[in-house]
């Protein structure tokens, strides 16, 4: 057995690894089990491995996981789709594993096998393993063989097929809650699969019985398929037989069930026709809005656009816009915030004079609440509200709110202001930001906050990209550069990092004239972390400035830098000096 | 035998009083042994089916038992049937393994010592055959896998492994990843994997030199792993995990607040009651121990230190601050005395099998609530009654906080709970029952009953208790009867289909059948 020649080595190391002791060199070894496969030939790994892998899988779950999705892509391994059905075995054994992620691995895995096997082997092969796992011993099984029906189904022979209804009818009522709710989430994907007539009369009987189950859970799942289920469904039918169950639902005492509505009723609306939008959903909907519950309001505000869209304007007018109007008065701040990040989008379908007339005063209130979310949800859309009712209109009311949020006491808040300052310079342009804008920008750069600064320094960089290297020229260099008196050296640390970011930028003539003396200046620095941050600066500008500059400005400086008593900025410098040296040698 | 003194001839109808015998003990002390702390236990649960049984104890370790009389295969049911009249079955139990759930820990933030010990253990849905259990201490939830692993012996190697670490320049028989160190050359396996799949290739029919390893086992082992840890979600201590019938999620409570958490996630859970007052000062309630509905997956009951059982429904809203319903029972008037409020404390409620019961402990009671009735208790059983002229010692040496549990038989007929002197007590809760039994947590649990044949007519409380063990000092009250409060029996289980209880006297388990 150690005859093994020299070039197999490796290859009979990973076959021995696959039991290893250490986990994490059997986990190697089962993801490299394609290789495997190729060293023992297509033969030996349908006769040898897979019946090696079946036989030994009660590994740690962290393995079986690995060896369930190896084997969905391991047909070609074994010779082709003729001999597919040998990797059922072991993928059979780990869809009853305990772990929940092995088995749903498994079955995914199944699942591309299983749209690729031939009819007849789905037939002889596939289906029986279906049978198996649904009348299996333990839950686990059965939770798996829901995910599978909707690959045996199709091929199934009308006899087969009428068994495989009814079992997944039984599944759908199984003791066990955890098969009822896979049995639900999957029920679409059955569905799907099953002809007209049937789907009208059994799939529909077991959503029923699904939607009335006494777990909450189950009822949720049976929720969420709604909507992918009423499309498969003509619109009379799913108005028939989908759109009173949801209707019953959008008044279900559980708020969970109430919740999971208000997230699907948007999608249903496209399965059922405009007449029950407007004489069911609708009210349906506007309940949800006004519910008791927050979270649920929180859902249901989130859609708000989208229903919109599907509605007429005068719908949307008439029933929506009064409920928007509550919402942004919610006690709820996250139902507010909901809020605050669609209602834009509704807008462009109120059309102008409604939205001036009724969109616009809600809007305003959000700017000004007092929960920073909202206003910033509301500032990010800012570009969707410019479209419609133009920036001087706007400008009054904003500019308080991004005052205020810029001055907000939790620097997260001004962190994601800052973030959307470069969007609101494109949408204002250049002579309201500078009136009104500009001096925030500089106030940041001192912020108490590192990340602040930091950002502050990379919005700096972001506007002049936006604005060009004239304007700042005259709008930020100047005031940039006096942060170099600043007696706090972390101010002057800023300045350094914002220089990097903008030279750049601005390009070389600015970067010689204006930028470079600055740094050289601060190189003489008492701080020795202002020193080394010089010396990586320079190093950034190297390649921004003339080759006649760096000889003459830039090597002086770290030549020197690099004599200095601390360690930090010697090693810098010296860096920087082996940067100019491969720059010099390159050109 | 007769449950001594107590029994009174049950009406026809009514279930005769039962019968205790002594079945089992585990960790029996001998007289004089000292009781190690780590060693007490802390927590009894069986699981749905009875069929195994988990103790926790103070030093963080989970024990489980499992059950042997319903394993006989091969023996014909007629024979079964024999033998069950022969001699009458009860569940027997054997050892089956333990492990260290909780370490102690240290929380640096707040400078406190989180200890190990075992507050609650709660049995999940089995599946395979592998088990699945919560444990928690103070602060941490734990889920565990407790299953059979075959030992496994690898033979029939492509490399002979001496040999392999030998010829190390071509491969390693591990990678730098891997935490164990490896051999002396620093080639990776990972190198020559790449070799493998971009310059080598496989003749058609592969290669017949190489060989797949064989695996052979006979013996199998238990292995205990800790499969997800839900951490950091409690300010306070938790006193109580319960699962939801639905399988997939479970409840953890604390002194202010109870969370709902999914089994599949450990890493966010959310809060559904919180009765932290914005202002600590105006704290006047605590939560003392919370339960799930048995069948019902949106109803919840959680008990309070001011004797109020609250029954909430989830369905209602994402926080539930306003319960469905509260019960309380209305003080009888007069009766009010400094210890009041602290003997009102609940210590533990369960629900009934079918859900519509709830029994509760407090301090000197037991009580049985009928969730359709929120005017009283159904039914109200004293403990220990002669205990309360001695109220004020109780208070002095802090017993008057020990937090005894009390379970229901899974027929509801009856109800237990432990009380001092390993002493626990079972009544008998179907209308009109008016079975009351004391035993003490000994190979013989009805001693105390047959040595007092002489005062038929005393109450329980007048029993003499005639032995004593180790170096513990009973008190004695003014009528002679002697208790001691340092031996108390806090925690005992009923299994859920037969007559049997599983009892906990210090580091001792205790398990009797009728």
Redesign the interface.
Known sequence: ????????????????????D?I??RL?SIR?LS?IA????????RS??IP?LS??N?DDDEVLLAMAEELGVFIPYVGGVEHAYVLLTPLETLC?????CVRDKAVESLCKIGSQMRENDLIEWFTPLVKRLAAGE???ARVSACGLFHIAYPSAPETLKTELRSIYGQLCQDD???VR?SAASNLWKFAGTVESAHLKADIMQMFEDLTQD?????RLLAVEGCAALGKLLEPQDCAARILPVIVTFSQ?????VRYMVANQLYELCEAVGPEPIRTDLLPAYVRLLRD????VRIAAAGKVTKFCQILSPELAIQHILPCVKELSLDSSQHVRAALASVVMGMAPVLGKDATIEQLLPIFLSLLKDEFPDVRLNIISKLDQVNQVIGIDLLSQSLLPAIVELAEDRHWRVRLAIIEYIPLLANQLGVGFFDDKLGGLCMQWLQDKVYSIRDAAANNLKRLAEEFGPDWAMQHIIPQVLEIANDSHYLHRMTLLRAISLLGPVLGSEITCSKLLPVVVNASKDRVPNIKFNVAKVLQSLISVVDQSVVEKTIRPCLVELSEDPDVDVRYFAVQGLQSIDQVTMSS | MHGGDEVVAAPAGLPQPLDWKFSQVFGERTAGEEVQEVDIISAIEFDKTGDHLATGDRGGRVVLFERTDTKDHGVSRRDLERMDYLISRHPEFRYKTEFQSHEPEFDYLKSLEIEEKINKIRWC?T??S?L?LLSTNDKTIKFW?VQE??V?K?S?????PS??VG?GS??S???S????PCLANGSS??G??N???HD?S??????P?????V?TSQETNLVARC?RVYGHAHDYHINSISNN?????FISADDLRINLWNL?ISNQSFNIVDVKPANMEDLTEVITSAEFHP????MLAYSSSKGSIRLID?????LCDSHAKLFEEPEAPGSRSFFTEIIASISDIKFAKDGRYILSRDYMTLKLWDINMDSGPVATFQVHEYLRPKLCDLYENDSIFDKFECCLSGDGLRVATGSYSNLFRVFGCAPGSTEATTLEASKNPMRRQVQTPSRPSRPLSSITRVVRRGTETPGVDANGNSFDFTTKLLHLAWHPTENSIACAAANSLYMYYA
């Open positions: 057995m150690s005859t093994v020649e020299a070039p197999l080595y490796p290859i009979a190391v990973l076959i021995d690894e696959l039991k290893n250490d994490q060199i190697n490299r290789t190729r060293a023992l030939g297509e033969e030996r790994t040898e491995l090696f036989e030994n009660d009853t594993v305990e772990e929940t333990w839950f686990t066990m809650p955890m709710r006494d777990q909450d859970t189950v279900d005492k559980s708020w969970r008791n519950e927050a979270e | 849905q599946a395979n592998a699945f896998k692993k075959k496994k690898i029939d190697m492509n490399l002979d040999k392999a010829n071509i491969a028989s591990s990678n990843s891997s935490p164990k396996l990972g020559s994997y070799y493998l799949s080598f496989f003749p058609p029919g592969g290669l030199s190489l060989h797949l390893p695996v499969r019938s639905d399988g997939e999620t599949e069948t019902h997956c949106n989830l369905r209602q809203s994402a």
